[in-house]
C-alpha cells in the first residue's frame, strides 16, 4: 500500500471511527439511562475522578473493538512513537556530554564531596576520576558536542534535541528500566506504549498497535514488564516481533497448510460460527468472526512487514542492514517500515550497554565503541529516511538508557579494574528527541563540569513521559486509568511537559 | 369538542392532584435512606473535592464528625435538623457562581438537593456503605413458579421489576458441558458425561454436580482461580527473576479444596497457618500464599527496600483478593471515598511486618521437607527431647531443623571495613577486614551454628563484642568447605548474657590480596549446646541432629514471625515513602469495619480469626461475589477487587447477602455446598438464546434473563483440547511442567534458565501445572488473559483480539491436540468422513452437529483432502511424522479438528 493509500485509508477511517464513537457514546447514555451499562464499564474505565479531571477516559476501551483508532485529548504534532532504549545504560561521557574539565582530572581520587551521602551499585570507597574516553567535535549549524564515536550521527546533528541533563532516581537497571517505561520502578503498571495505544488505539487493523524489537543477544533487565498492560486489559501489551523465527508468536500457518486451506478453514469456522449466531444473537460471536478475519490478515501482513529483503539496495546500505539477521540495524528499518503502515508505538530494546569496565567488551574504550558502531548508522539513516518520507514530522524518534555512568572510573569492591568502565549513575546522563513536533538541532539542559550533575534543565523520567504524551495529544494529568480504587496515570503524580524543546 | 377537551382537562387535573398527593403521603412517611440516596450524591458529587486527602475549604463528607464539623470559613456546612441554615444547601442553592457548589460544575438536580435538604432536617444521620456492614439474614422473595431454589426467587423479583422474564432450560448437553467446564475446568471424564446422558431420573443433573464436585478434577480448576489471587509463580520476580520451588503449595490448594476445606479454616491456614498450635508441614506450606511475593536478586538492591514491598503486597492482596477492597490508595493518604484512614494502613501492615522474610536470596525461611526415613528420626529425636530435656527445648530444636529459624541473616550487617555483601546477599570476609551484626541476643547462648562458604584454607574469624576490638566471646578456624560450596558449621561462644552488637573479624595470610574473599557468611543461629549431656541416648541423638540440620532436602519458602528477640517496630510511613517513618504502630484493624475478637491475639492468626469471624463484613461477600463470577460470567458486584463505595453497585445486594449469610451459617464455609446450590438453580440452567428483544432490554444480561455465555479461561481452552484429543495427563501435583513452547520466550540476563520441554505425559497436563517465570509468561496462556503473577490478579479482564485466533490456529501444541482429536474421530465412527465429523462435534459439544454446520465443516474436509491426496508432503507436514496416520484422508480431518478446536461455540461457555 502506498503512503497515499494509506492516508485515504486513514481518513475514512477517522470518519468511521467518529461516527463509531458518537453511536457508542449514544449506547452509553442508553445504558446509562437504564442505570447498569455505562456504570459497569464505566468502573473499568476511570469512573470516578479524583479532583477535575474531565470524563475523557470513559470510552476508551471497547472490548470488542479494543484496538479501534480513537482520537486523543488535543490535536497532537506526532502520530507515532520509534522508541530506541539502549539497555544497560550509555555513557554521556564519551557520547553527547564534553567535559574538557573532566579529562584534567583524569586519574586523580574523587572527592569526598561527591561520594558522600551517595549510592553506587558497584563502586566502594573511593574511586579515580576517569577523563572522557573519546573525541568530541561540535557539529552542525547548532554547533551540539558530538563524539567520533558517533561519526554519522553527527553528520544530522541539526535534526536532533538533546537532554542533557536527565536524571532517575533508580541506580540499578530493572527498576531504572521499569520507572522510564512505566511510570515506577516497581512492576505492576502498564508500559508508555500499552498507554498510548490504549489511548489512541492503532490505525492499522491489520498489525498489532504496538511492536517491540529486540536486539543484543538479551531481554532488557526487567524482561517483558517494560513492555506489558500492567492493570490496562491484556490486549494493549506490547507484541514482541521477531527478527528470527516467527515474526510475531504463532504467526506462521502450521507446516503443510497453506494460505489457500487456512483460507479455507478460518471461512468454514466463520461460517459454523455465523450458525451460531443466528441460534444465539451473541454480538460476541460477531466480534469473534472479525477476529478471525483479521488474524488472517495479520498472517499476510506482518510476515511481509516484517520481510527487509525486498528494501532496495540503497536502504539497506544506508541502514547497514544484513537481511536474515538478528540485529539493531534490522530492527532499525523495521520500525520505519511498521510506523510506515500505522503501527502507533514501535520500542526498540538494544542489550549490551553497561560499561563497567570489567572486560574490553565493557570497557567505555572498547566495548562502547563497537556498540556505536552497531548503531550510529542505522539511528541516522532512520532521521534521514522518515524525512524523506514525509513522516519525520509526525514520527516522535526517543533515544536514551534507563540511567547515566559516573565520571568516576568503576572500582569495583574497591578494587582496580583491568579495564576503564564507569559505574551507574543517576545524577546525569543524556537522551534525545527527533521529530514529532520536536525543536531542531537544539539542546536542552546542562550539567556540570564534570558531568556529575545537572546545572540546569533537569529532567526527570516523569517529564520524558509527559512529553512523549504531549506530542501525541495527550494531558499526561489528565490521561487515566481506574485501579485499585484510584485513577492511575503513566507519570504517577508529577511530570512536567519539556516545553522548552517543543517546535 | 370544547366540552370534551374541557372534561380531559378536569380529568387530568384531578389525576395530577391524586398523583402528587399520593406522591407526597408515601414519600414523605419514609425517613431519607443514607446509604440508598444520600451517599450515592455525596460520593458523585462532592467527595472528589470533600473527602480524603482533599478537603477543601475544610470541609469533607467522608465521616460524619468531619461533615459535622466546623469547615474553615467558620461556618457549619451541616446543622442536623436545620438544613436552612447549613451552608451546604446555601452554597448547593446559591445564584454566585463563585460560591454555588459543585464549584464549576454541573448544579444539583432540584430532588438530589431535596434529598439532602430532608436529610439534614431528619437529623443527618449517617449510614454505613452496604459492604461494610456485618451481614444480616435476608428475607427471601416470594417464590416463583419457575424456581427451583432460592436464588431463583431474588433473581425472579428484580427480572419482575425490571418487566423482564426468564428463559426455558437448556437442553441437556448444554447443560452437562455448562456445568462440567465450571466446576471442574474441562469437559467432565466420559463416566461421569454418559452417566448423565442416559440417565432419566429426575435426579439425573444434582446426581451429575455431586460426581463433578467428588471429582479430582475439581481441586485443579478452583486452584487454578486461586493462583491468580496468590500471585502464584515458579520464579521470584523482577531482574533475575530465578527459580522458586514454591509448587508444594499449589498442591495443598489443589487438596484443600478437593477435600472440600471450610473456607475459614482455609484461610486461617494461608495467613497463618505458621502460628497454629504445634503447625503441620501442611499448615506451613499454606502460609506460602503470601511468600509468593517478588524477591529482588539483582546485585547493588537495597534488600530492606524489597522487603518492605514484599510486605505492601501481602497487605494490598489480603484486602484486594480476600475482602474485595482496594486498600492500597490508603498507602500514601486517607482512603478518599472509604472509611479507612493513613495510619490503620500501617497499622494493618504491622501484622506482616514481624516476619522472618528479608529478600534474601535463598527466600528464607523456608519449611525444609524431610523423606519418611528422616521424617521418623525427627520424630524419635523429638520424643527423645520431650523426655530427657524439656518440651520447650524440643520445640525449638523441631522449629530449626524443620526451617533454620531464627537465624540471623548475614544480609542484614552493615559497618563493612574491608569486608563487604557479596552481591548484596551475603557478608564476605577478606583478610583484615570486618563487619558488624547488631542486635544479637547472647543470654543463655553457649554454641553458634552458622552456614559458610570458604574458600582459603587457614582463616581466623573472631566474634567481638560491641567494638572491633572489644571482647572476644568466640573464635573460629575457616578451612575451604567442600567445593567451596556451604555448609554448616558449629562454634562454641562464650557465655555472655544481654543484647550485643557483634563484630566479625577475619585475618587469613594465605589470601593474597587485601581485596580478596576468603569466605562467606550465610546465617548465623544463636543457641546451646546439644541438651541433655549424660542422658541416655545422648551422642547417638547429637549424630541425629545434625544429620537432619546439614541434609539437602527440598524446600518451600513459608511464613515465619521473629521471635521477641528479633522484633521488627512498624512505623507510619510519611506520604507511602518506606524511607520516611513516622510513629510507631502496633497491629490492629480499621476501626470502621468490626473489631478483633476477644480471643484474638494481635498477631497474623489474630488477623485471621478477625477475617473469618461472622461479623467480619467483607470476607464471606468477596468469595461469594467472585464464585458467582467464576458461574456466571460476571459478579453480582462486577468489581470483584472494590466492594467499596467506588464499586460497581451490585445487581442483587439481597441475594449476595443471603448467599454469604448461607456460606457461614448453613454451610459452615463449604464451597462446594455453595457452588452447589449456584449450579442448581433455575437461574443456572437457563438456556442462553437471545432475542432482540432482550438485547435491546438488558444486553449484558445483567438480570439473569438467559443463561451467560463466556469466553473460555486461558486454562480452560488448554485443558478442552487436551480432553477432546483424548490425550489429557491424569498425573497430579508435582513440580511444575514444561509444554511446548516456542524458542527465544526465556532471554533473562544473567540468568542460565532455559525452557526445556517435558518428556512424555508431562506435555499433556492440565494448565495449572506449566511452569509459571514471571518475567516471560507462558505465551499461549498469556494471550488469552492470563497474567504474569506479579501482583495480585482480582479479576481477569476479557479481551478478544486476533492473537488468540493465532495460538489455537497455529501453536504447535493446538497442531499436535487436534492431530489426536482426529485421531479419535476416526476410531470412533468409522470410515465415514460425515460420521467422523459428526462425532468430534459430540465430542466436544454432547449433542449432534447440525446439518450446515457439517456441510461447512465438510467442505473444508474436501478441500484439504483434494490438496493432501496428491501431496505426500504436506500429509506429512501436517501428520508430523510419518506414523500409521500418514495418510490424506487423516491429514484431511486434522484440518477440520484445527477449525474445530477453534469454533467460537467451542471456546465459549454457553
Redesign the interface.
Known amino acids: 500500500m502506498t503512503r497515499d493509500e494509506l492516508n485515504n485509508q486513514r481518513l475514512v477511517k477517522e470518519a468511521n471511527e467518529k461516527h463509531l464513537h458518537f453511536v457508542t457514546r449514544r449506547h452509553f447514555l442508553k445504558?446509562s439511562a437504564m442505570g447498569?451499562?455505562a456504570?459497569?464499564l464505566g468502573?473499568?474505565l476511570g469512573?470516578?475522578?479524583?479532583?477535575?479531571s474531565n470524563s475523557y477516559a470513559q470510552t476508551l476501551f471497547d472490548?470488542?473493538h479494543?484496538?479501534m483508532p480513537k482520537l486523543p485529548m488535543f490535536p497532537g504534532k506526532a502520530k507515532s512513537v520509534i522508541y530506541l532504549h539502549m539497555a544497560g545504560a550509555p555513557s554521556q561521557l564519551e557520547l553527547f556530554d564534553y567535559k574538557p574539565d573532566l579529562m584534567k582530572l583524569d586519574g586523580q581520587l574523587c572527592p569526598q564531596s561527591l561520594l558522600e551521602g551517595k549510592r553506587f551499585?558497584?563502586i566502594?570507597g573511593v574511586p579515580k576520576m576517569l577523563g572522557p574516553q573519546a573525541v568530541f567535535k561540535q557539529r552542525g549549524q547548532s554547533g551540539a558536542w558530538i563524539s567520533d564515536n558517533m561519526p554519522h550521527l553527527a553528520s544530522i546533528a541539526d535534526e536532533l534535541s538533546f537532554l542533557k541533563a536527565c536524571s532517575t532516581d533508580q541506580?540499578?537497571?530493572?527498576?531504572a528500566q521499569l520507572l522510564i517505561h512505566t511510570g515506577t520502578p516497581?512492576?505492576?503498571r502498564p508500559s508508555i506504549g500499552s498507554w498510548v495505544t490504549y489511548g489512541l488505539g492503532t490505525e492499522n487493523q491489520n498489525l498489532?498497535g504496538f511492536v517491540v524489537l529486540?536486539s543484543g543477544?538479551?531481554?532488557?533487565?526487567?524482561?517483558?514488564?517494560v513492555w506489558?498492560s500492567g492493570f490496562l486489559?491484556?490486549?494493549y501489551q506490547g507484541?514482541q516481533c521477531?527478527s528470527?523465527?516467527?515474526p510475531?508468536?504463532?504467526?506462521?500457518?502450521?507446516?503443510?497448510?497453506?494460505r489457500?486451506?487456512?483460507k479455507?478453514?478460518?471461512?468454514?469456522?466463520n461460517?459454523?460460527?455465523k450458525?451460531?449466531y443466528k441460534?444465539?444473537?451473541?454480538?460476541?460471536?460477531l466480534?469473534?468472526?472479525s477476529?478471525?478475519e483479521?488474524?488472517y490478515k495479520?498472517?499476510i501482513s506482518v510476515p511481509d512487514v516484517m520481510n527487509i529483503n525486498d528494501e532496495p539496495q540503497y536502504i539497506h546500505e544506508m541502514y547497514g542492514t544484513e537481511p536474515n539477521k538478528a540485529s539493531f540495524a534490522n530492527n532499525v528499518l523495521l520500525a520505519r517500515k511498521l510506523v510506515e503502515k500505522g503501527v502507533r508505538f514501535v520500542q526498540l530494546f538494544d542489550?549490551g550497554w553497561d560499561t563497567h569496565g570489567t572486560s574490553p567488551g565493557d570497557a567505555v574504550d572498547i566495548g562502547l565503541i563497537n556498540k556505536c558502531r552497531q548503531i550510529d548508522k542505522s539511528i541516522t539513516a532512520l532521521i534521514l529516511d522518515l524525512k524523506q518520507r514525509g513522516l519525520l514530522d509526525e514520527t516522535l524518534v526517543v533515544w536514551g538508557g534507563e540511567f547515566g555512568r559516573t565520571p568516576m572510573q568503576e572500582n569495583r569492591?574497591?578494587?582496580q579494574m583491568m579495564f576503564k568502565g564507569r559505574d551507574?549513575h543517576t545524577e546525569a546522563f543524556t537522551m534525545w528527541m527527533a521529530g514529532g513536533g520536536i525543536k531542531k538541532g537544539f539542546s536542552y539542559g546542562e550539567t556540570d563540569e564534570i558531568g556529575y550533575s545537572a546545572v540546569s534543565g533537569k529532567v526527570t523520567p516523569f517529564d520524558m513521559q509527559a512529553t512523549i504524551l504531549n506530542q501525541l495529544g495527550f494531558d499526561h494529568e489528565k490521561f487515566t486509568y481506574q485501579f485499585?480504587?484510584?485513577p492511575f496515570r503513566l507519570t504517577d503524580v508529577s511530570g512536567t511537559v519539556i516545553s522548552d524543546i517543543i517546535a | 369538542m370544547q366540552a370534551l377537551n374541557f372534561k380531559k382537562i378536569i380529568l387530568v387535573t384531578t389525576l395530577l392532584v391524586v398523583a402528587v398527593v399520593a406522591f407526597i403521603f408515601f414519600t414523605r412517611r419514609k425517613p431519607v435512606d443514607f446509604s440508598a440516596q444520600v451517599k450515592p450524591i455525596l460520593n458523585k458529587k462532592c467527595i472528589t473535592c470533600h473527602g480524603g486527602v482533599r478537603r477543601k475549604g475544610g470541609f469533607s463528607v467522608l465521616f460524619r464528625s468531619e461533615a459535622l464539623a466546623k469547615t474553615e470559613s467558620g461556618k457549619f456546612a451541616i446543622i442536623p435538623g436545620d438544613p436552612e441554615h447549613s451552608e451546604m444547601i446555601k452554597r448547593l442553592t446559591s445564584k454566585d457562581p463563585e460560591e454555588r457548589m459543585p464549584y464549576k460544575h454541573e448544579q444539583l438536580s432540584k430532588d438530589e438537593i431535596e434529598i439532602l435538604r430532608r436529610w439534614i432536617k431528619e437529623g443527618a444521620q449517617w449510614g454505613d456503605h452496604w459492604a461494610y456492614v456485618a451481614v444480616q439474614k435476608t428475607d427471601v422473595p416470594s417464590k416463583p413458579d419457575w424456581a427451583i431454589n432460592e436464588i431463583d426467587n431474588f433473581i425472579d423479583q428484580k427480572l419482575k421489576e425490571e418487566k423482564l422474564t426468564h428463559s426455558p432450560e437448556a437442553d441437556k448437553a448444554t447443560l452437562l458441558r455448562r456445568v462440567s467446564l465450571d466446576l471442574i475446568g474441562m469437559p467432565a471424564p466420559e463416566n461421569i458425561s454418559q452417566k448423565f446422558l442416559n440417565d432419566n431420573s429426575e435426579h439425573a443433573y444434582e446426581n451429575l454436580i455431586d460426581s463433578l464436585l467428588a471429582s479430582k478434577h475439581y481441586g485443579e480448576r478452583w486452584t487454578a482461580l486461586w493462583l491468580d489471587l496468590a500471585r502464584y509463580a515458579d520464579t521470584k520476580g523482577y531482574e533475575r527473576d530465578d527459580v522458586r520451588d514454591i509448587w508444594r503449595y499449589r498442591d495443598w490448594l489443589i487438596n484443600a479444596f478437593n477435600k472440600d476445606e471450610p473456607y475459614d479454616k482455609f484461610l486461617i491456614e494461608q495467613i497463618a497457618g505458621d502460628l497454629l498450635p504445634n503447625p503441620t508441614d501442611a499448615q506451613y506450606i499454606a502460609t506460602a500464599f503470601h511468600r509468593n511475593t517478588m524477591t529482588n536478586d539483582e546485585g547493588g538492591t537495597d534488600n530492606e527496600e524489597f522487603r518492605t514491598a514484599a510486605v505492601l503486597d501481602r497487605v494490598n492482596t489480603t484486602w484486594e483478593a480476600l475482602m474485595g477492597t482496594t486498600f492500597a490508595c490508603v498507602q500514601c493518604h486517607s482512603h478518599p471515598y472509604d472509611p479507612f484512614t493513613h495510619d490503620e494502613y500501617y497499622k494493618f501492615m504491622a501484622f506482616f511486618n514481624d516476619t522472618r522474610d528479608e529478600d534474601s536470596y535463598a527466600d528464607y525461611p523456608l519449611l525444609r521437607t524431610y523423606n519418611d526415613s528422616m521424617q521418623n528420626k525427627l520424630t524419635e529425636l523429638i520424643e527423645w527431647m520431650n523426655k530427657n530435656v524439656s518440651p520447650q527445648k524440643a520445640k525449638e530444636a523441631y522449629t530449626f531443623l524443620k526451617t533454620w529459624q531464627p537465624a540471623y541473616n548475614t544480609l542484614r550487617c552493615d559497618s563493612f571495613v574491608n569486608s563487604g555483601l557479596s552481591d548484596t546477599k551475603w557478608a564476605a570476609f577478606r583478610n583484615h577486614g570486618f563487619f558488624r551484626l547488631r542486635n544479637v541476643e547472647l543470654t543463655d547462648r553457649n554454641n553458634l551454628i552458622f552456614r559458610v562458604a570458604s574458600y582459603k584454607k587457614g582463616g581466623d574469624c573472631e566474634i567481638h563484642t560491641d567494638d572491633a576490638n572489644g571482647a572476644v566471646i568466640a573464635k573460629i578456624k575457616l578451612d575451604t568447605t567442600k567445593n567451596y560450596d556451604w555448609e554448616i558449621e558449629e562454634a562454641a561462644i562464650k557465655a555472655t548474657s544481654g543484647v550485643h552488637d557483634l563484630y566479625f573479624t577475619y585475618t587469613n595470610n594465605n589470601l593474597k590480596k587485601t581485596t580478596d574473599n576468603g569466605a562467606m557468611i550465610d546465617w548465623l543461629y544463636f543457641t546451646e549446646n546439644f541438651p541433655g549431656e549424660g542422658k541416655p541416648g545422648h551422642d547417638e541423638m547429637k549424630t541425629v541432629y545434625w544429620k537432619l540440620l546439614v541434609a539437602d532436602v527440598p524446600t518451600t519458602p513459608v511464613m515465619m514471625d521473629n521471635p521477641s528477640f528479633m522484633h521488627r517496630v512498624s512505623h507510619v510511613f510519611e506520604r507511602g515513602n518506606w524511607l520516611m517513618k513516622g510513629e510507631v504502630v502496633e497491629p490492629d484493624v480499621p476501626h470502621s469495619l468490626n473489631h478483633l475478637p476477644a480471643n484474638a491475639p494481635h498477631n497474623r492468626l489474630g488477623l485471621a480469626m478477625w477475617m473469618v469471624d461472622k461479623k467480619n463484613p467483607l470476607v464471606s461477600r468477596t468469595i461469594v461475589n467472585r464464585l458467582w463470577e467464576q458461574i456466571f460470567g460476571t459478579g453480582l458486584a462486577e468489581t470483584l477487587e472494590d466492594l467499596g463505595t467506588q464499586g460497581v453497585p451490585p445487581t442483587h445486594r439481597e441475594l449476595l447477602d443471603y448467599l454469604s449469610y448461607k456460606l457461614m451459617n448453613d454451610y459452615n464455609w463449604s464451597i462446594k455446598k455453595l457452588l452447589k446450590e449456584m449450579v442448581m438453580s433455575a437461574t443456572y440452567r437457563q438456556d442462553s438464546k437471545a432475542t432482540d428483544e432482550m438485547l435491546q432490554k438488558d444486553a449484558f444480561n445483567k438480570f439473569y434473563e438467559r443463561g451467560s455465555r463466556v469466553r473460555l479461561s486461558a486454562e480452560q481452552v488448554r485443558d478442552q483440547a487436551l480432553v477432546v484429543g483424548g490425550v489429557m495427563s491424569e498425573k497430579m501435583f508435582g513440580p511444575s511442567v514444561y509444554p511446548y513452547q516456542p524458542d527465544g520466550i526465556w532471554l533473562s540476563p544473567y540468568s542460565g534458565l532455559t525452557w526445556i520441554k517435558s518428556n512424555g505425559e508431562d506435555q499433556y497436563r492440565r494448565a495449572v501445572y506449566t511452569y509459571w517465570k514471571r518475567t516471560a509468561a507462558y505465551p499461549a496462556m498469556v494471550t488469552f488473559d492470563a497474567t504474569s503473577h506479579e501482583v495480585c490478579t482480582a479479576r481477569r479482564i476479557r479481551t478478544n483480539t486476533p492473537l488468540q485466533a493465532l495460538v489455537t490456529l497455529n501453536d504447535s501444541s493446538y497442531l499436535d491436540m487436534a492431530r489426536h482429536f482426529a485421531y479419535r474421530m476416526q476410531k470412533e465412527a468409522g470410515a465415514d468422513v460425515s460420521k467422523q465429523i459428526s462425532r468430534g462435534y459430540e465430542i466436544i459439544m454432547y449433542k449432534p452437529v447440525s446439518a450446515e454446520k457439517l456441510q461447512a465443516l465438510k467442505e473444508l474436509y474436501d478441500d484439504a483432502y483434494s490438496k493432501m491426496k496428491n501431496d505426500a508432503d504436506k500429509t506429512c507436514e501436517i501428520i508430523g511424522e510419518a506414523n500409521e496416520h500418514n495418510n490424506p484422508e487423516t491429514a484431511a480431518l486434522v484440518v477440520v479438528a484445527n477449525a474445530m478446536l477453534n469454533l467460537d461455540e467451542v471456546i465459549t461457555k454457553n
Open positions: 445504558e447498569f451499562g456504570l459497569a468502573s473499568l469512573g470516578c475522578h479524583f479532583g477535575d472490548p470488542a479494543p484496538l551499585a558497584f566502594r541506580f540499578n537497571h530493572a527498576p516497581r512492576l505492576g498489532p529486540t543477544g538479551r531481554f532488557p533487565d526487567a524482561g517483558k514488564s506489558g486489559p491484556s490486549v507484541v521477531r528470527e523465527g516467527d510475531v508468536l504463532f504467526i506462521k500457518d502450521p507446516q503443510g497448510m497453506d489457500d486451506l487456512r479455507a478453514s478460518i471461512n468454514a469456522i461460517q459454523v460460527n450458525e451460531e441460534e444465539f444473537k451473541d454480538p460476541e460471536i466480534s469473534r468472526i477476529q478471525y483479521m488474524a495479520m498472517q542489550w569492591d574497591g578494587k551507574h485499585q480504587g484510584r
